[in-house]
Nanobody, 125 residues
Framework: QVLLVESGGGLVQAGGSLRLSCAAS????????MGWFRQAPGKEREFVAA????????NYADSVKGRFTISRDNAKNTVYLQMNSLKPEDTAVYYC??????????????????WGQGTQVTVSS
């Protein structure tokens, strides 16, 4: 069974940076489109970023463009989310997800069929 495990969350002041990691078990990570989503208290889960199988294509939510960078290391079965210039409104539980059948960089949560447990990111003002 493939598992996704996020790490790297924490408390940071506004303007600071964090890097989230998501490690996948198994041998087929390279075949997955990977994405990051987040969910703030009282809000629906929203798309943050996605990266193609090879890492050559990425997709970002408008709210994080220019501040967040998604990347992957297929040799390490890991996807990353570098978050810079963090704002209080970035506070949320961040989830990584795998689209095991996709080929693009979808921003639709229903396309992702494997999810991690989430990691809390709190940005103080």
């Amino acid at each position: 069974q493939v598992l996704l495990v996020e790490s790297g969350g924490g408390l940071v002041q506004a303007g600071g940076s964090l890097r989230l990691s998501c490690a996948a078990s198994g041998r087929t990570f390279i075949t997955y489109v990977m994405g990051w989503f987040r969910q703030a208290p009282g809000k629906e889960r929203e798309f943050v970023a996605a990266i193609s199988r090879s890492g050559g294509s990425t997709n970002y939510a408008d709210s994080v463009k220019g501040r967040f960078t998604i990347s992957r290391d297929n040799a390490k079965n890991t996807v990353y989310l570098q978050m810079n210039s963090l704002k209080p409104e970035d506070t949320a539980v961040y989830y990584c997800a795998a689209d095991r059948a996709g080929q693009g960089t979808t921003d639709q949560a229903y396309e992702y069929d494997l999810w991690g447990q989430g990691t809390q990111v709190t940005v103080s003002s």
